[in-house]
């Protein structure tokens, strides 16, 4: 049955029951109608375009009178007779108006990403495209990426070229995340794909610096006696000892929990990496005498803390620790950096670690993924990563006996 929809009329219906709804169409406006449900009264057009029917929602009623209904369902209607689909050019509007910010946020959102990862991208984000954050997309031309990674290059080649893969990422996702109505991507082409065609990606020399066996020693003692010892110099002496031991990323140790340590298995647990695998590994008996001296430490300190090198900074954890780092390299007169450390661990493992399977145990132990068919049949028991660890912590402490002696003693 149709009606004339008046106010009248409007504020007299009666709602369905729960979970239903009704239309009423009004007997004037062929395609103009009431949607009905428990919680409100909707104005909607319906119309047939290309063939297939498309209904449009108008307003809430409250918001709309009828009479401000009908008019706009006369002009809607009109759009629709000449085949435009108002619903999809709003989203077409929508979708075009999605600005970087909030493209971040879903790629983010989509995705486990370890905290130095968020740390770098947010880096990323506002030291390079800070006033870009609320500028739509669609807007980044290839001209703004060309002037802004020249800009930013006179800074640093290394850092520019990480800034720029990190947009071309998020461009990237955005191009498959937003889509058209129609299906089509947000934007046809990544703008950053001009630095490819012009040639203009820094070439990096690749890093292979690590600390040589003659200089562990050295190296080592600056991390056991400090003559300058501090609070803070001693978390980042501990800390570098946790990064040669174990071969761990930087910020995979930096934001390590005891939740996350132990000390009974004699295990510590990076539950997100780079790669997104949780990586569990066997400690050796100096490391984890040094881990068991650090918690008792922790659990007879005024402080608390969840983390194994707090900070008193807003992650809760070592951070910022450039100038201890540099402190330590100084004292010990070895030039290192926490991933100098990781590729130390990773030689000392190829050289020590012999037989046919010392491959499989160094990718297992630096958590690589399995890149080829082989090695994915191939697991690698803890007994195994037990044994291999201690091999390599044996390689490092034994470099000073007196040090060794003092692990016999419970840690340093």
Not at 146 to 153: A, G, H, K, V
Not at 158 to 184: C, D, I, P, S, V
Not at 210 to 225: N, Q
Request: hydrophobic share 35%.
């Amino acid at each position: 049955m149709q009606t004339k929809i008046t106010k009248t009329f409007v504020d007299k219906v009666t709602p369905p029951p729960p979970g239903k709804q009704e239309i009423h169409w009004d007997s004037e406006i062929k395609g103009f109608g009431l949607r009905v449900t428990p919680e409100r009264k909707t104005y909607v057009v319906q119309h047939r375009v290309h063939g297939k029917t498309v209904r449009v929602t108008l307003g809430l009623h409250g918001r709309m009178t009828p009479d401000q209904a009908r008019r706009a369902a006369r002009e809607t209607l009109g759009e629709m007779v000449k085949g435009s689909n108002p619903n999809q050019l709003k989203r077409n509007e929508r979708v075009a108006g999605v600005t970087l910010r909030e493209v971040y946020a879903e790629y983010a959102a989509s995705r486990k990403l370890a905290p130095g990862t968020r740390h770098t991208y947010d880096r990323a984000m506002n030291g390079g495209f800070k006033d870009w954050r609320d500028s739509p997309v669609t807007a980044i031309s290839r001209d703004m990426v060309l002037r802004r990674f020249e800009q930013l290059s006179t800074r640093s080649a290394a850092q520019t070229n990480q800034k720029f893969r990190f947009l071309r990422a998020l461009l990237n996702f955005a191009m498959e995340r937003f889509q058209t109505a129609e299906g089509e991507p947000l934007i046809p082409s990544n703008p950053c794909n001009v630095l490819k065609v012009l040639d203009k990606w820094h070439r990096i020399p690749v890093r292979d610096r690590y600390v040589p066996e003659p200089s562990l020693p050295k190296l080592f003692d600056s991390l056991v006696h400090d003559p300058l010892d501090t609070r803070h110099r001693n978390d980042i002496r501990d800390f570098c000892a946790c990064l040669v031991l174990t071969g761990c990323r930087e910020q995979e140790i930096a934001s390590l929990r005891w939740s996350n340590v132990n000390l009974t298995a004699g295990t510590l647990t990076i539950p997100i990496t780079k790669n997104g695998d949780s990586h569990t590994l066997p400690m050796g008996r100096w490391l984890l005498a040094l881990m068991k001296r650090r918690r008792y430490a922790a659990a007879t300190s005024a402080t608390t803390s969840v983390f194994v090198f707090p900070a008193d900074n807003k992650t809760g954890h070592l951070l910022n620790h450039r100038k201890g780092l540099k402190a330590i390299s100084t004292a010990a007169g070895v030039v290192f950096t926490p991933h100098d450390l990781r590729r130390t661990f990773a030689t000392i493992a190829s050289e020590k670690l012999g037989g046919d399977r010392s491959y499989f145990l160094v990718a297992r132990l630096l958590n690589h993924r399995k890149s080829d068919v082989t090695s994915r049949y191939v697991q690698v028991p803890l007994s195994s990563l037990r044994e291999a660890m201690q091999v390599i912590e044996d390689a490092v402490v034994q470099q000073r006996p007196d040090i060794g002696q003092r692990d016999s003693q419970g840690g340093t």
